[in-house]
């Protein structure tokens, strides 16, 4: 268990809904990664966040985002959601948010769109 | 840009043998470099990284890795592979790209290690 929490565990939608994934970073853990894994792309970095501010952006498309709340849990949003979009995301955190920092990945969600 | 090639989407050893994966890297910058398993519906798992200290870094489960700079590689091995040792590995890269910023990671396409015994 690596101490990072994220929910749901699946998600199943349509084309076109607007879904939030939820994660909780290890407890002292300030900053908070976005990955989207999938057969076609493998694992892609979306976003970061560092202590409620956004730190790093990756490969995220404009339909979704994201934030960090003041108690450091992060949500992820993603709307008009196409076929395409259909993958495992993970949360990962890391203490300082460094680039040589060790990342904890959080078990995923699995998103289905139908 | 930085990226991260895995040579071999699969590797697959016999139990007791060695294993060997494969990854080079290219970086404008001398980047951090990363090592992670992931076994089936769980998520990544850091099994050693480079991080300019030692070029060869060891890390769990009997795992290690050499940094080389001129060959622009960070292969992992392990003397004898164990059954439990069937995963995926990903290698990553952290890196800001050449105009500046944030580290960004980036990982390969991963390697699914297949252990016979």
């Known amino acids: 268990d690596s101490g990072v929490t994220q929910t749901p565990k699946h998600l199943i939608t349509a084309t076109g809904q607007r879904v939030t994934l939820r994660c909780s970073p290890r407890s002292g853990d300030l900053s908070v990664y976005w990955y989207q894994q999938s057969l076609d792309q493998g694992l892609q970095f979306l976003i970061q966040y560092y202590n409620g501010e956004e730190r790093a952006k990756g490969n995220i498309l404009e339909r979704f985002s994201a934030q960090q709340f003041p108690d450091l849990h992060s949500e992820l949003n993603l709307s008009s959601l196409e076929l395409g979009d259909s993958a495992l995301y993970f949360c990962a955190s890391s203490v300082a948010g460094t680039g040589g920092d060790t990342q904890y990945f959080g078990p995923g969600t699995r998103l289905t769109v139908l | 840009a930085q990226s991260v090639t895995q040579l071999g989407s699969h590797v697959s050893v016999s139990e007791g043998a060695l294993v060997l994966l494969r990854c080079n890297y290219s970086?404008?910058?001398?980047?951090?470099l990363f090592w992670y398993v992931q076994y089936p519906n769980q998520g990544l798992q850091l099994l050693l990284k480079y991080t300019s200290a030692a070029t060869l870094v060891k890390g769990i489960n009997g795992f290690e890795a050499e940094f080389k700079k001129s060959e622009t590689s960070f292969h992992l091995t392990k003397p004898s592979a164990h059954m439990s040792d069937a995963a995926e590995y990903f290698c990553a890269v952290s890196a800001p790209p050449a105009s500046g910023g944030s580290y960004i990671p980036t990982f390969g396409r991963g390697t699914s290690l297949i252990v016979h015994p």
């Open positions: 970086s404008s910058v001398p980047p951090y």
